[in-house]
């Protein structure tokens, strides 16, 4: 009987996943295709964390010093799972770097990808330097500097435009990437303290700020921060003659056309599958569903499980997810995969 | 009928020209009718700001649109163009130009303040409607109107003596609005009033437009409070015309 699980993802629901279990005593393979560990919030450069507020590098920091520090966790760099074979209890996983792993449940915590704008051709990006995305913004944020990319001028106004990626038949994106309205709001409040004259403008379809994410983003960035929110789903994002940038679209409050000016659009893009869940569902012998998410088992007595007895997937491998929900996710996990080393519990489950 | 469906076209946007003759074509009267187009190509950033320094208005900019307000509106039960909703959004995006089309109905809020006791977001609409009637006045966008020009002379009273004289408000305002001094419906009140021999009621009235009696130790109070009003629209006026910069938001 194997007493270690393999977990594979170092973002938020991994490094909680193998915290939890090197809490409980057992032992962990960490392994991480990145050559760092953290995850997007670190590989994509964050800047402030929702709804903590504490800077990304910071709290990922805490995940991954908890984690290189236990003494029974393993961690794999720079490293993918390539081969897999055996049963809930007694799995083996060939590494990249040619380790043997024997373990008896793996954790999947495989994460996603932003969603690509040049896949939305329409909204600029690609075309115009000043059409950027949420995650630039972020690195701006970051940096401490909100700037054209064009020119380096601070922008008179920002327009970020809502569901990039997501909610569009069109693409193939059916679902709701749940983040991307509450960090929107957060972000013009970012930018609105980087430069308080710059107007911040949001173009939506719906606001879905859920939970305490209500007042404490969308309330305060409207009230305090005067964000405006116009209801309109931007079509077409294009150039003026003096540079400065144009979006169009239907305002359907006033139910007439708009053409605006802005210096600066952002797209706040939503969650992809991971690209490499094709490959994972190959390599794991896990199904996914019809988004490419990974598939869940019956849920309500089989926390996080996947369609494979033994493997468990957490945080946005399984959907469009948030961080604290993915440490959540990686906790309950790690408890369950360390039921399973339990003979008792594998025979009954 | 060169333009189907015309009657759904705003008549400020259709442009006629009676006499146009186009490469010796007379192409005169509808012929030659252009339609301006409709899209909005800009937002006044800075008026939502100019709307909250009026009274009423500080906190239209919390609205996101869920038209309880409209909804409850005892005005809109009556006509269906007065949309506080609409007014709020256009406040915050500053479409000055669409605002001033309704501002003959603007002012037409009862202050029944349905709609600020409805508010989930304490936007207080009723203050907003205020804040936009004065915001008209003040931007002469709205001439005195017969009612502005009795709440003048009944503030003015009030200043005056810290209380007003019913008949001297009626009379000065009939005067003020070049109106007759003895129209039908103040004759028959008089009549009607007749008939109840009020002696005691007339002679204060008349005592009352002789001597001007104030409120008892008014002293400089009406001064102080005229004085107190001048300055706080002085102070609202200074920070409307103040850049944006120096404001912040």
Redesign the interface.
Known sequence: MQKTVLVVGAGPAGLAAAAGVAGSGAQVVLVEKAAKLGGTPILSGYAKLVPSGEWARDAMGRMVKRVEDAKNVTIHKETKVTKFSGEAGNFTATLSNGTTVQCASVILATGFTHFDSINKPEWGFGSYEDVVTTTQVEQMVAAGKIACPSDGRVPE?VAILLCVGSRDRQIGREWCSKICCTVSTNLAMEI?ELS??T?V?IYYMD?RTFGLYEDRFY?KS??E??T????ARIAEVTRSPDGRLLVKGE?T??K??????MDMVVHAVGMDPNEDNPEIARVFGVGLEKHGFIDRAEHYTNTCGTTRRGIYAVGAALAPETIDDSISQGTAAALRAVADLDAVVQKSA | MAIHEKSLIDADRLQTSDNLVLDGVDVSGHWNTMVLPRYLTNYDTDFARQIRTFGGGENVHRCWQCGSCTNSCTVYAQNTDFNPRYWIYLTNLGLKDDILKDKDIIWTCVSCNRCTNICPKDVRPEGVMKALAHWLEEEGHTPETKSSIFDNEFLGQVYETGRIEDTRVLVNFLRKTNQSLTPPWLIELGKRMSKHLPVTFLMHMGLHLVFKPRTKSWGRTGEVLREYVREQKEIARKARAMPKEAVHV
Do not use: N, S
């Open positions: 106004r609105k308080p004259t107007d403008f606001i309330w409207q009230e921060f005067k405006k929110f116009v209801k305002d409050l006033v007439r056309p708009i053409v605006i000016p």
